[in-house]
């Protein structure tokens, strides 16, 4: 007995075995991660019992062996997965990590005992010895990766507490993974590993006893990178695929007859080429990278922070900075950047540079609408890294980069702006403060930000053409409203001239000559004073006035056209403070409406009310009337005009918009065939202002009016 080592081996294995169960079980039983120790040294026992049993005793027979270094093997991965489940709660990684290494390690070992008790118990021998070993292989490859990403991204503080119990784990796993591939390629299990073994686990226990010991309750820290986990999905790609590649030149060698040794030296080289291309090729490692980092790990951005922090810095309406220069501090800020350019689309689709920060741009900035860098984004939303560029051209099929990026000193990444789908402008990012590498998450923040400020880039352009729009829109607001006095000052100097053969011998005809010549110097003047100064005709034009005395003149001035309009009830004296001539203009211009509007059998009402600290002037007809569609969208808009050609469609819009000016409103009410009535409220001048004089009002001759005389 003594002279068989395997028996003193595994002997010496079962006694550690059982001490480190007796102190696990009876002192250190505290956290998962001793339970699971404990849990693995009982059926570690048990093995290594069952070993030195079928030496001495012939019993257990293979298959309850078997049964046992399964479990023994599941145990230690149960025990790695302890720790891991520590590790998770800790560091907040997805649970979908652990759900793939768990569902991993499960189907594999059920696996392994289904068939092995299907064949005790009814003798199915569904396995065969190679089979076997080739799940032993599997196994320890599994548990190999899962300690190789506990020690990668653990902490300080996490190794120390766990350093003798990984040491002692993954010493176990190699050397299964070492006798087991040695077994496979030579048929055999080898009498040196397999009496080794017992001595190894058992030199192994005091580590465990002392990490226990010495870690207590310290809490293990963990943190899967990608790298790690890259690398260990790598690792347990290779060797599953090696082990596939043993079955397929086992079958292929048994398969091929008198060319079996042949063909099987051909497909092991055939597929150790083809992984070696695998693992070597930059392409595919890198769409792994992205793929587990898509789908196994948190962000590396925190971005509800980077969408506030870029909020903030539009939401800023001023423009210090102007709104280029804090786009190109956006997107250099998420590639720890501080310098960058910016092109925005200009007139004939050239490409003008908006803003530079921090980066000396060559004299020569414009990116001309055809050349080969727009059509390379307008093809696809890429964003180009200068370094790499340089590095290797043919990447980019050899892309033509501009004079004015490629002569501009620290320029790094090329970013497209695009608005929809068409190409809006481009940036560009200086080399950032320190080595940044850029993953697939990088980019995606990029041109989610790029395309949210180019929003808004496109959109200040646009407000900045809409504002001169507007300001040549109120020139020509201004103009029209110049206008239409003017043709009325002609029309009235017009009659004049046109008169004036008939009564040039008639006084009376020569005085109202001067007062319409007098009025049409006044309303011109104003017009030219009111386009020197634009704001001339606020507070400082406004006086008080009798607006009673105004309506009786207006309608005297009106009578000579049928039908005349009247006067009707009381006329109580309403002062006001507004401007003589428009407030003239404004009245004389609804009064001239409603004449056009009705008949000469027609009736023209006007009356005054005193209301509620305003007056309250009637304008009633019973011409044609209007529907309430007409009032409501083109009676007061600005350049409608019922009159055709002849008229302006600006009387309505400017009376209503000067007595709003003043503080009143003017409100309309009407029926098609029954006639209409405008209501104009004008606010009553303060106590204060009526103490003050009122400004005289000069009569209107009762002359025959030279705009009538014609009539």
Not at 59 to 82: C, G, K, M, V
Not at 173 to 189: E, H, N, V, W
Not at 191 to 215: E, K, M, Y
Not at 491 to 497: I, W
Request: net charge neutral; charged share 20%; glycine share 6%.
């Amino acid at each position: 007995m003594f002279r068989d080592l395997g028996v003193i081996s595994h002997g010496a294995a079962a006694i550690c075995f059982a001490l480190l169960a007796i102190v696990v079980g009876t002192r250190y039983l505290r956290r998962n991660v001793d339970r699971a120790l404990f849990l693995a040294t009982i059926i570690s026992f048990l093995w290594a019992a069952a070993l030195v049993t079928q030496s001495l005793f012939g019993q257990p027979d293979f298959l309850i062996r078997y049964l046992l270094e399964l479990l023994r093997d599941a145990s230690w991965l149960l025990l790695l997965f302890a720790i891991l489940r520590d590790s998770f709660k800790s560091s907040g990684i997805s649970n979908r990590v652990r759900s793939m290494i768990a569902v991993a390690a499960c189907v594999l070992i059920i696996g392994l005992m289904v068939f092995a008790l299907l064949e005790y118990v009814l003798g199915l021998e569904l396995f065969s010895g190679k089979a076997k070993i080739l799940g032993q292989i599997g196994l320890s490859l599994l548990g190999l990766s899962v300690i190789e990403q506990i020690w990668r991204n653990s902490t300080g503080l996490g190794r120390s507490s766990m350093k003798y119990l990984c040491i002692g784990v993954i010493t176990i796993f190699a050397f299964d993974f070492f006798m087991y591939t040695d077994a496979l390629l030579f048929g055999q299990i080898s009498d040196s590993f397999w009496n080794a073994r017992g001595f190894i686990n058992a030199a192994l226990v005091p580590l465990f006893a002392v990490n226990v010991i010495n870690t207590r309750k310290q809490p293990i820290e963990f943190q899967l990178s990608r790298t790690a986990f890259f690398h260990a999905s790598t690792l347990v790609f290779a060797g599953g695929y090696l082990l596939f590649l043993a079955m397929g030149g086992y079958y292929v060698r048994a398969l091929g007859g008198s060319w079996g040794e042949a063909l099987q030296v051909l497909f092991l080289t055939i597929s150790l080429v083809f992984l070696a291309t695998l693992l070597l090729s930059r392409r595919i490692r890198a769409r792994l990278m992205v793929l587990i980092s898509q789908n196994f790990f948190d962000y590396k951005y925190d971005y509800r922070e980077e969408w506030l922090k870029m909020t903030r810095e539009l939401a800023d309406l001023s423009n210090d900075p102007p709104l280029p220069e804090r786009v190109i501090r956006i997107l250099a800020g998420l590639v720890e950047s501080n310098g960058g350019a910016i092109w925005l689309k200009g007139e004939r689709d050239a490409y003008i540079l908006k803003a530079s920060i921090n980066l000396s741009t060559p004299k020569h900035t414009i990116i001309d609408h055809d050349a080969e860098l727009v059509r390379f984004f307008s093809d696809r939303e890429w964003i180009v890294d200068l370094h790499e560029y340089r590095a290797d051209p043919v990447s980019y099929n050899l892309l033509d980069i501009p004079d004015a990026i490629a002569k501009t000193p620290d320029a790094w990444l090329i970013i497209p702006l695009y608005l929809g789908n068409d190409l809006y402008g481009m940036a560009l990012v200086g080399n950032p403060y320190t080595r940044v590498e850029l993953n697939w998450e990088n980019f995606d923040l990029i041109k989610v930000v790029a395309r949210q400020t180019c929003n808004l880039l496109a959109q200040a352009d646009a407000q900045n053409r809409l504002s001169r729009a507007m300001q040549f829109e109120a020139v020509s607001k201004a103009s029209a409203f110049m206008v239409h006095d003017l043709k009325t000052v002609i029309a009235q100097l017009s009659l004049l001239v046109k008169n004036a053969p008939k009564h040039r011998n008639n006084p009376a005809f020569i005085d109202d000559m001067i007062n319409t010549t007098d009025h049409a110097v006044r309303k011109m003047s104003s017009l030219v004073d009111h386009i020197r100064r634009p704001g001339s005709d606020d507070e400082d034009q406004l006086k008080l006035l009798n607006l009673t005395g105004i309506v009786r003149e207006l309608i005297e001035h009106h009578h000579h056209q049928k039908p005349a309009p009247h006067l009707e009830g009381d006329t109580p004296d309403a002062t006001i403070k507004a401007d003589v001539e428009q407030l003239r203009s404004v009245l004389g211009h609804l009064i001239q409406n409603a004449q056009d509007a009705t008949p000469n059998d027609g009736e023209i009402s006007i009356t005054l009310k005193i209301a509620k600290g305003n007056v309250v002037l009637f304008i009633q007809d019973t011409g044609t009337g209007m529907t309430k569609e007409f009032i409501s969208s083109q009676l007061f808009k600005p350049f409608e005009s019922t009159k055709g050609l002849t008229g302006m469609g600006i009387g309505a819009y400017q009376a209503r918009e000067y007595i709003r000016k003043i503080g009143g409103n003017i409100d309309v009410t009407s029926e098609p065939g029954i006639g209409s009535c405008f209501s104009v409220r004008i606010p009553l001048a303060t106590e204060k202002n009526t103490a003050q004089d009122i400004t005289a009002i000069k009569p209107v001759s009762s002359t025959p009016d030279p705009m009538q005389s014609a009539n």
